[in-house]
């Protein structure tokens, strides 16, 4: 029972605290302060700053999902074929394509954030 709550947490905790850090900074630049809506443009910021964190945190959950999954698959195929040794190969394999495209893409989401890129830039600038 304690491994299988060691691996639940393993699999959310890197997820839930990117959500908590996102909601964290987008608050500190204003964009998720519900009082600061007074316009559209402020509504469209403070809905981003809601939902792209929930959803790239929920995306980020579903790949770690299914990166477990497969890996439990991997672990029974091996078993079966009798080449349990060549485990750790395919894992580090499955990790190196499954890390690239997905941090690239989470870099690239949040790094053109509407709430924090723009956030309310003096008109001088």
């Given at each position: ?85 060549q485990y750790r190969q395919h894992m580090t394999m499955l990790e190196k394509k499954a ?27």
């Amino acid at each position: 029972m304690k491994n299988n709550k060691n691996a639940v947490l393993h699999v959310w905790m890197l997820p839930l605290l990117f959500v908590l850090a996102c909601f964290t900074a987008c608050y500190l630049a204003g964009s998720l302060d519900y009082r600061n809506i007074i316009d559209e443009r402020s509504q469209r910021d403070f809905n981003a700053a809601l939902g792209m964190p929930l959803i790239i945190g929920y995306l980020w959950l579903a790949l770690r999902i299914l990166h477990r999954r497969s890996g439990k698959r991997i672990a029974d195929f091996l078993v079966q074929t009798n080449q349990l040794s060549q485990y750790r190969q395919h894992m580090t394999m499955l990790e190196k394509k499954a890390d690239t495209p997905c941090f690239s893409g989470c870099n690239a989401v949040y790094c053109n954030y509407p709430g924090v890129s723009d956030q309310r830039r003096p008109s001088g600038l």
